[in-house]
């Protein structure tokens, strides 16, 4: 018989700190997804730049950095609704060529990329624990202006490669925003504007499902969900 997947049927378990394995994904991916729902219950799904933080000067509580431009959905539909569902996974993945028309893709993957470049994907993709972590939990906006908000954004600036070039001219496939016509990957639009807003997760609960199909419920109580750790994970 083939092997059934094992599913969540407990109850979930309980931690008052991210398990290792999500902390992990978290440092090991380079995007996340924010899923946000409108008053009329339209689900909305954008891909997002994050940070992510054990704890901050002003959160003994482990957050989810992320900011964004006023005039987005996410932004409409967070006022109305702060619960949100995160979706960050850590395995790398390639569409293999198609070949149904009778030509591969072009141009190969590997001509792409420099070898160097190439070596670093290998090793990097060794390192990865193959599990995807859903994650729920209640955004708001910091507070606009406030030292918080400059500290966060501060942090996020510096988590992220936001450049669409590397300095020899090479496109930087490591960065951890898409490359943009402006040569600044977003960062102007997206993070350093005056009127970008700072946008805060604290996590409640989380389903992790690895790539043999097993998935695990955790529910994180308590005020702390430091990792005893004070990197600044994404993009590494």
């Known amino acids: 018989m083939p092997e059934v997947p094992v599913s969540s049927s407990n109850a979930p378990q309980t931690s008052s700190t991210l398990p290792e394995e999500v902390v992990q994904c978290l440092q090991n991916a380079r995007f996340l997804h924010l899923a946000t729902s409108s008053t009329d219950a339209m689900p909305h799904i954008s891909l997002m730049n994050y940070t992510y933080l054990p704890s901050s000067p002003y959160s003994a509580s ?12 996410k932004t409409a539909n967070l006022l109305q609704n702060p619960r949100v569902s995160l979706l960050v996974h850590d395995w790398v993945s390639t569409r ?7 030509r591969a893709s072009s ?19 060794a390192a990865l624990s193959r599990i995807s972590a859903t994650i729920n939990g209640t955004a708001h906006f910091v507070a606009h202006g ?12 510096e988590n992220n490669t936001f450049g669409s070039e590397l300095d ?11 490359a943009e016509s402006s040569g600044d990957g977003g960062r102007g639009r997206w993070v ?5 807003r700072v946008i805060s ?3 409640e609960d989380v389903r992790i499902s690895d790539y043999k199909g097993r998935v695990t419920d955790w529910k994180i109580t308590g005020a702390t969900n430091a990792t005893g750790n004070g990197a600044l994970p994404n993009g590494i």
């Open 192 to 196: 350093e504007g005056d009127e970008v």
């Open 146 to 157: 406030s030292e918080e908000e400059k500290w966060l954004k501060a942090r996020h600036l």
């Open 168 to 178: 020899d001219g090479e496109d930087d496939v490591f960065g951890t925003s898409p």
């Open 107 to 125: 141009p190969p993957p590997a001509a792409s990329r420099s070898s160097l470049a190439t070596l670093l994907l290998g090793m990097n993709t």
């Open 96 to 102: 293999p060529p198609t070949l149904t028309s009778g």
């Open 201 to 203: 997760v604290c996590v």
């Open 62 to 73: 482990a957050q989810i950095i992320m900011t964004t431009p006023p005039g987005t959905q």
